[in-house]
């Protein structure tokens, strides 16, 4: 496939960008009808998300221990129906669960060569394996499953 070809498919090619600004080319490379990117991408911001509600989980906890128990007590009463603890707390569980089953999927394949199939010698134009059916299945398991998951804990944090 040439460069003219490429473009009409909606491919761009990314020029190489030694130094910190490489780590950086999956995030903005676009391919159409790529739900790996996607999935990747996911897995980096929920990642992030994750250490940040870590940190911030540690500090709120420790509260007891500056203020007293009364304090904590008190605040945690507080929390009663729709409130931004709440919302929070799902959109937490909605990371939470995408990382842990994205991670899970990331094992399968990577670690145990589940659904990636046989070596194949490349042919133009290239289409790399994962693009193609037993890995993109798992992949769309692991949405539908996350989605899922999401909406009951939905059910059980706010009902």
Do not use: D
């Not at 910190?20 to 992030?48: D, K």
């Not at 989980?57 to 129906?81: D, L, M, N, Y």
Request: aromatic content about 14%; some cysteine; hydrophobic content about 50%.
């Amino acid at each position: 496939m040439g460069v003219g070809e490429a473009a009409k498919r909606g491919i761009r090619f990314l020029r190489n960008m030694p130094g910190w600004r490489a780590s950086f080319n999956p995030w903005i490379l676009r391919i159409p009808n790529n739900p790996e990117r996607v999935a990747f991408v996911l897995h980096r911001i929920t990642g992030i998300i994750l250490i940040l509600v870590l940190f911030l989980h540690i500090t709120v906890t420790s509260t007891p221990v500056t203020r007293g128990w009364e304090f904590w007590v008190e605040e945690i009463s507080k929390a009663k129906g729709i409130t931004p603890v709440t919302v929070y707390f799902f959109l937490f569980v909605g990371a939470a669960l995408f990382h842990g089953l994205n991670g899970i999927r990331l094992i399968l394949v990577e670690f145990l060569g589940c659904c990636v199939g046989k070596p194949e010698k490349p042919k133009p134009p290239y289409i790399s394996a994962t693009l193609r059916a037993p890995q993109r299945q798992l992949l769309y398991i692991v949405f539908a499953l996350w989605i899922v998951l999401w909406m009951i804990a939905g059910f059980i944090i706010f009902g």
